[in-house]
């Protein structure tokens, strides 16, 4: 195909493959259950593992069949996926309401003259002094000279870098302490910094225009602090660096030392760049590139795998039959590793930002929903508060499970007992409990006088709940780089299948303008033009 065949894709549901699956969901709908299913085919998990690097991928569990992979694959077709993640990968201007490339797999890209990445001089130029700073951090924290890093941003800027260094921290040895601001409630930043010293902290201060609001202003307050803790002007240069491309505002500021990056880097895409800074000074040069090459394999993988056999593909494809086709609105991550605890906020910007969009590129309104909602907490925790509603209530959501097979720490029995409640309760969701068999059963804590069909009633689970499960071999940086790159993949792919554009988002930007003009009304108190709603709680906020 030409390089321009990824602007004249049809969309989704104008094509004979939606059609086909329009034909297929009632009866589908009918007649299908995970249990007979299994029954049925004793090679479904054969069928429906997936191999890419660093992990598999069992979506066996998933309420879909051979028939509705193959309308689902041949839908993948005629909508040019493999163009548009081609064009994605050349550098063509994918985010076409801002004309910008999102290249954010070129940071991940190795150095190779026989295929070279875009942009992939600048690129390694900024990678070098990134981790050559990074490692400067680390031999000072070695040496006594710096205790503390403390990581500046918000959104993009700090919901990847916090991800990476908590799930990596069984591979940060050496390294100074990692903390993270990011919300504009001062109670965050006021809390952190007295139990900091001044002379021993290293701000890092990452918004590419520094002019984000709450980044600058969280960033002032450190400053303020810096300087009335036995810091001074001349000493503020060592102990703040910007990552950012307005050198002018940072000079201002008092930074000398930047990193850039460029504007075909959205911020949710950002970790692998110079916002990633903070990750390479947990867990040093060497484990942030092998980072960078678990991601670059996961972006072969999704370059040069087959549709068929694609995972990033393969999760997109399931992910629309889920939310069109079975009005499944939301989605549940659930990752049995607490080093995970906060993929699920992560994925809620990755996904939720990207694809939370009502037009397709050429603006006109889509025809069904677009993202579901992405939440979740790790196991087992969860297991203690929604498995509730998850197992019986009128809601089906599907659920993602990740599970790692090798941990880092030195408790195996703690660790087989984790991975036995993952496999317990995806097996749960799916096979459930009917009344005949909750009949059988005694309940230690039923109340003595009910009924015991009215108990069997309670005690029931419909079962032939779905749930997909992503399994590592362990967690380290190539597989964590793997996985991260895995979900980017999947979510480019469902805006190529629906025809929107995952990589704006124009929907953060009118809460913030109304925040300019609320701002200074708290302090004069003036409501006019308001609604009475707003006008009200402005006036009782001020103590009105």
């Known amino acids: 195909m030409s390089t321009d065949a990824w602007r004249a894709r049809p969309r989704c549901d104008r094509t004979p493959a939606w059609a086909w699956l329009q034909a297929l969901r009632g009866p589908f709908v009918a007649g299908f259950d995970l249990?007979?299913?299994?029954?049925?085919?004793?090679?479904?998990?054969?069928?429906?593992?997936?191999?890419?690097?660093?992990?598999?991928?069992?979506?066996?569990?998933?309420?879909?069949?051979?028939?509705?992979?193959?309308?689902?694959?041949?839908?993948?077709?005629?909508?040019?996926?493999?163009?548009?993640?081609?064009?994605?990968?050349?550098?063509?201007?994918?985010?076409?309401?801002?004309?910008?490339?999102?290249?954010?797999s070129a940071l991940r890209a190795p150095r190779d003259p026989?295929?070279?990445?875009?942009?992939?001089?600048?690129?390694?130029?900024?990678?070098?002094?990134?981790?050559?700073?990074?490692?400067?951090?680390?031999?000072?924290?070695?040496?006594?000279?710096?205790?503390?890093?403390?990581?500046?941003?918000?959104?993009g800027s700090?919901?990847?870098?916090?991800?990476?260094?908590?799930?990596?921290?069984?591979?940060?040895?050496?390294g100074p302490r990692l903390h993270f601001v990011s919300n504009v409630d001062a109670h965050e930043i006021t809390a952190l910094l007295p139990g900091l010293q001044a002379r021993r902290t290293l701000f890092i201060v990452a918004s590419k225009t520094f002019t984000t609001q709450e980044t600058m202003a969280n960033a002032q307050v450190a400053r303020a602090w810096f300087l009335q803790n036995g810091g001074d002007e001349s000493a503020l240069a060592q102990h703040f660096v910007g990552l950012t491309t307005n050198l002018e505002a940072a000079a201002a500021f008092g930074i000398r030392h930047c990193f850039g990056f460029w504007d075909w880097v959205g911020g949710r895409y950002s970790l692998w760049s110079a916002i990633g800074l903070p990750i390479a000074i947990a867990i040093g040069a060497e484990g942030f590139r092998a980072m960078l090459a678990g991601a670059h394999a996961m972006?072969?993988?999704?370059?040069?795998?087959?549709?068929?056999?694609?995972?990033?593909?393969?999760?997109?494809?399931?992910?629309?039959?889920?939310?069109?086709?079975?009005?499944f609105a939301s989605r549940c991550v659930l990752p049995y590793h607490q080093?995970?605890?906060?993929?699920?906020?992560?994925?809620?910007?990755?996904?939720?930002?990207?694809l939370g969009k009502r037009v397709d590129l050429a603006g006109e309104p889509l025809p069904g929903e677009s993202v579901a909602v992405t939440w979740g907490e790790p196991g087992s925790n969860s297991q203690h508060s929604f498995f509730q509603a998850l197992h019986q209530g009128t809601t089906v959501v599907p659920i993602e499970f990740i599970l790692v097979r090798?941990?880092?720490?030195?408790?195996?029995?703690?660790?087989a007992m984790l991975l036995a409640n993952g496999l317990a309760q995806s097996r749960a969701l799916m096979m459930g409990k009917s009344e005949a068999e909750a009949r059988t059963e005694k309940a230690s804590t039923a109340a003595v006088d009910i009924d015991a069909g009215v108990l069997a009633r309670h005690r029931t689970f419909t079962g032939n709940r779905p749930s997909t499960?992503?399994?590592?071999?362990?967690?380290?940086?190539?597989?964590?780089?793997?996985?991260?790159?895995?979900?980017?993949?999947?979510?480019?792919?469902?805006?190529?299948?629906?025809?929107?554009n995952p990589f704006d988002q124009w929907g953060v930007e009118l809460g913030k303008q109304m925040c300019n003009d609320l701002l200074p009304r708290l302090q004069s108190g003036d409501t006019g033009g308001l609604d009475g709603s707003t006008a009200g709680l402005l006036a009782r906020l001020r103590g009105a």
């Not at 997936?50 to 909508?79: M, Y």
């Open 35 to 104: 249990r007979a299913a299994f029954a049925a085919d004793p090679a479904r998990f054969e069928a429906l593992a997936f191999e890419a690097p660093h992990l598999l991928a069992d979506l066996s569990k998933a309420h879909w069949n051979a028939e509705i992979r193959s309308a689902l694959n041949a839908l993948a077709v005629e909508t040019g996926v493999e163009a548009w993640r081609d064009a994605q990968l050349a550098g063509e201007p994918v985010n076409t309401t801002e004309g910008r490339a999102a290249l954010h």
């Open 114 to 155: 026989a295929l070279p990445a875009p942009h992939a001089d600048e690129v390694h130029a900024v990678l070098d002094a990134l981790l050559a700073y990074a490692e400067a951090v680390r031999a000072r924290a070695q040496s006594g000279q710096i205790d503390d890093v403390v990581h500046i941003g918000i959104g």
């Open 158 to 174: 700090d919901l990847g870098p916090r991800l990476a260094v908590q799930a990596l921290r069984g591979h940060a040895q050496g």
């Open 299 to 327: 972006d072969r993988h999704w370059a040069e795998t087959p549709i068929a056999r694609n995972l990033p593909i393969q999760l997109a494809l399931l992910a629309l039959w889920e939310r069109n086709f079975l009005g």
């Open 339 to 354: 080093d995970l605890a906060r993929l699920p906020a992560h994925l809620q910007q990755l996904e939720m930002e990207s």
């Open 406 to 415: 090798q941990p880092t720490h030195t408790e195996p029995a703690m660790h």
């Open 469 to 500: 499960t992503l399994l590592l071999e362990r967690l380290d940086p190539a597989s964590f780089g793997a996985l991260v790159a895995l979900y980017e993949h999947r979510v480019s792919t469902l805006g190529a299948l629906w025809g929107i």
